[in-house]
C-alpha cells in the first residue's frame, strides 16, 4: 500500500516522469518499488533531519513490496509521479555502493591494487557524487556495511537508488557515459570479491585503514592513480582537482604544493574518459613519480643475475625475457608452433631436441573458443590441466593493464612460469592506426615488462607486414615493438621447392645461444624437428629431388632445373655431393650437342 498521495507531489514542470526509468529495470528482471522524493532540500515526508532525502520508501513494507508486475509498478507512479525508484538487490543483482565523501574512492584504489578490477559496467554516478558498481551474485550475498572505508554492499534484503532518480542536491542519478545494461551484458563479480563478503568481520577488517597516511615517496604516484581512476570513470577535470587538493592536504604527510597538485590533474586530464590507457599513463609536464632510483654497480648485476641464462625452452624463450613470434596471417603456422612449444614446456619435454623447464602456462587467445579447440587437440594439449586459457571475447570491458594484470595473479596462482599473448594488438586494444604508433606500442608493452619484472617469460604472437622484410621489421607496426623485447623469432614459408611442412625461422636474440636461422619442420609422430640452417636443408632438398628425378631416366642439369624448380648453383653443389657418395653417375660427353646426363643408381 502507497502512503503517500497525489497531492505531495511536486508540479509536473519541476520534474521529468520517472515511468520510463522505471519500467527498463523491471523488464530486465529487477524488481522495482516506489521512494519518497526531494524537496527544497528535504525528503517530500518533511523530515529535515533525514540523512537519506529521496531514499525512504514510499511502500508499506518497502523493499518487500518491489515487483516486475508492470501493473502495479504503472499504478504506483501514476499516484506518485515524481517518486524516486528503488530496486531491489538479490536475485542475482549485487551493487557495490562506493561514497567518495567518506574516502570510498582510495578504499576503491586499495582493493583492485591488491586484488585486481571490478567489472567496470554497468556503473551508475549518483546523485550524491558516489557510484553504483551493478554485478551479477551467483550466490545469495546478503547487505555488507564497511566492505572497507566508503564501501559499503547491498545484496538479498537491500535496495538502491535507480538512474532517473533525483538527489537533494538536484543531481540526477545517471548511468556512466549512457552505457547502460541495455547496451552491454551484466559482468560477474569477481571470485576475490565473493571471497570478502562471504567473511562475517568485514567491517572490522577494513575499519582500521580510514585514517592512513600518505608518506613522502608515495603522493605523487598515489594521487595520480587517484586522478586516473576518477578520469576512468568520467569525472572532470575541475572535479579530479579539487578531490586531489583535498586528498592532498587530509593524507599526504607532508603535503604537496598546490601547484604540483595540480599539475597531477592537468596530466591525468588530457586523458578522455574510459580511456584504457589512463591506468598506464605516465605523468607530463615534469609531474615525476616520486621513487628512489638504485645503480648498481657491474659486479653487483653479474652477481645478482648470473651467468647462466634461465632458460624455459631453450634457446628460444627465457625467464623474465620477452620474446616475440611474428608471421604472416593463417598461414606461417604461428599458434601451432608456438602451442607445440607449450605442449613440451607443459610436460617438461625437449621441444626440437633441445631441454624444457617444466611450468604451468597461462594463454591468451583471440581466437573463438572453437576454432582454439582444434589447434589444442593438434598440439595434444586437450587434457592439459596445466594450461589456463582466457579468451578475448570474454574480456569486454576490461583495458589491457587489467587484462594483463589477472594474467599475472593466475600466473602466481598456478606457478607458471610462462605467460603467452596470443596475439597482442586486440588484447591490448590496438585499433585502428594504434599499432603504428611508437607511444602506443610502448604503452602497450609496459604491463608485460611488469610481469617479466616478478621471473615471468612473456610470448607475444604478432601478425607479420604484408611486405615482410628483415626480421627487427618485420612485424607489422612500430619497431619500438622490436625494441621492447628480447628476441624476435620470424615464421616464414621457405621459398623454392620446400615441403609445405618446412617453415624458415629467422631470429634476432639478445641471447648469444638462439640461432640466427633455422628450418624446422612438423611431422605427424615426431611434432616439430631442427632440420638445420636454409643453406644445408636447401642442399639436403636439392640432393633428394635429383634422386627422385632420375631413378626413372637420366636428366641434364637443364632438365632437372625445369623439373624441380630448384636454383641452378643449389642443384650442381646437390650433384657433387651424390656424385662423390657414389649415389649419382654422370653420362654423356658434356659437348653441345652430347651434355651431360645424371642418373640415380
Not at 151 to 168: C, F, L, N, T
Not at 253 to 280: F, K, M, Q, W
Not at 464 to 470: I, P
Request: hydrophobic share 35%; proline share 6%.
Amino acid at each position: 500500500m502507497v502512503t503517500t498521495s497525489r497531492s505531495q507531489a511536486r508540479p509536473p514542470a519541476q520534474e521529468k516522469s520517472r515511468l520510463h526509468h522505471t519500467l527498463r529495470p523491471a523488464s530486465r528482471g529487477w524488481r522495482v518499488f516506489p521512494l519518497r522524493w526531494c524537496e527544497q532540500g528535504r525528503c517530500s515526508c518533511g523530515n529535515t533531519d533525514s540523512t537519506s532525502p529521496g531514499k525512504h520508501p514510499l511502500t508499506t513494507h518497502g523493499v518487500k513490496d518491489a515487483t516486475l508486475d508492470a501493473a502495479q509498478i504503472r499504478a504506483w507512479w501514476d499516484e506518485n509521479p515524481h517518486a524516486n525508484i528503488g530496486i531491489a538487490t538479490g536475485d542475482g543483482l549485487y551493487v557495490l555502493d562506493v561514497d567518495e565523501r567518506h574516502g570510498g574512492w582510495d578504499s576503491l584504489q586499495r582493493l583492485e591494487e591488491t586484488n585486481g578490477p571490478l567489472p567496470f559496467w554497468p556503473v551508475v554516478r549518483t546523485g550524491g557524487g558516489g557510484w553504483h558498481f551493478y554485478m551479477e551474485s551467483r550466490e545469495v550475498l546478503r547487505n555488507h556495511v564497511g566492505i572497507a572505508p566508503g564501501i559499503d554492499g547491498r545484496g538479498d534484503g537491500g535496495y538502491v537508488v535507480a538512474v532517473g532518480s533525483e538527489h537533494v542536491s538536484g543531481c540526477t542519478y545517471e548511468w556512466l557515459n549512457g552505457i547502460d545494461p541495455d547496451d552491454f551484458p551484466m559482468l560477474p563479480m569477481p571470485g576475490w570479491l565473493a571471497d570478502q563478503l562471504r567473511r562475517p568481520d568485514t567491517r572490522n577488517q577494513s575499519s582500521s585503514s580510514d585514517s592512513s597516511r600518505i608518506p613522502k615517496g608515495r603522493r605523487n604516484d598515489s594521487l595520480a592513480r587517484l586522478a586516473g581512476s576518477m578520469r576512468h570513470r568520467g569525472m572532470s577535470r575541475e572535479a579530479i582537482e579539487a578531490a586531489l587538493l583535498e586528498e592532498n592536504h587530509q593524507r599526504c604527510d607532508p603535503p604537496l604544493t598546490d601547484s604540483e597538485v595540480r599539475n597531477i590533474a592537468r596530466s591525468i586530464g588530457r586523458y578522455a574518459p574510459g580511456d584504457p590507457n589512463i591506468h598506464s599513463a605516465q605523468l607530463r609536464d615534469g609531474v615525476r613519480a616520486e621513487r628512489k632510483l638504485t645503480f648498481r654497480t657491474a659486479p653487483e648485476i653479474s652477481a645478482a643475475v648470473g651467468e647462466k641464462v634461465d632458460w624455459i625452452c631453450r634457446p628460444w624463450v627465457a625467464a623474465g625475457s620477452i620474446t616475440e613470434v611474428d608471421g604472416k596471417i593463417k598461414t606461417a603456422g604461428k599458434t601451432t608452433w608456438v602451442l607445440a612449444m607449450v605442449e613440451a614446456i607443459s610436460s617438461g619435454e625437449e621441444f626440437m631436441a633441445e631441454p624444457t623447464a617444466k611450468t604451468p602456462v597461462v594463454y591468451l587467445s583471440e581466437q573463438p573458443p572453437a576454432s582454439f579447440r582444434e589447434a589444442l587437440a593438434r598440439a595434444d594439449l586437450l587434457d592439459c590441466v596445466e594450461l589456463r586459457v582466457l579468451f578475448n571475447k570474454d574480456t569486454l570491458g576490461c583495458s589491457w593493464p587489467e587484462i594483463a594484470s589477472a594474467a599475472v595473479e593466475e600466473c602466481k596462482r598456478m606457478g607458471a612460469r610462462l605467460l603467452v599473448v596470443d596475439t597482442l594488438a586486440p588484447f591490448a586494444r590496438l585499433y585502428g592506426d594504434a599499432e603504428n604508433s611508437s607511444g602506443d606500442a610502448l604503452i602497450a608493452m609496459e604491463p608485460l615488462h611488469a610481469a617479466t619484472g616478478q621471473g615471468i617469460a612473456v610470448i607475444i604472437v604478432r601478425h607479420e607486414r604484408k611486405s615482410g622484410g628483415d626480421v627487427a621489421d618485420a612485424g607489422r607496426g612500430s619497431s619500438a615493438f622490436a625494441g621492447a623485447v628480447d628476441t624476435i623469432i620470424s615464421l616464414r614459408r621457405p621459398s623454392g621447392a620446400v615441403r609445405h611442412t618446412v617453415r624458415e625461422i629467422q631470429a634476432l636474440s639478445r641471447f648469444s645461444e638462439t640461432p640466427t636461422e633455422l628450418m624446422v619442420e612438423l611431422r605427424p609422430s615426431e611434432g616439430y624437428v631442427a632440420l638445420g640452417d636454409v643453406d644445408s636443408v636447401a642442399l639436403a632438398e636439392a640432393q633428394e629431388q635429383v634422386l627422385t628425378k632420375t631413378r626413372s631416366e637420366a636428366l641434364t642439369l637443364d632438365e632437372l632445373v625445369d623439373a624441380t624448380h630448384i636454383p641452378r648453383a643449389t642443384l650442381q653443389r646437390a650433384i657433387e655431393v651424390l656424385k662423390k657418395e657414389g649415389k649419382l653417375a654422370r653420362i654423356g660427353r658434356g659437348v653441345k650437342r652430347e651434355p651431360y646426363k645424371f642418373r640415380a643408381r
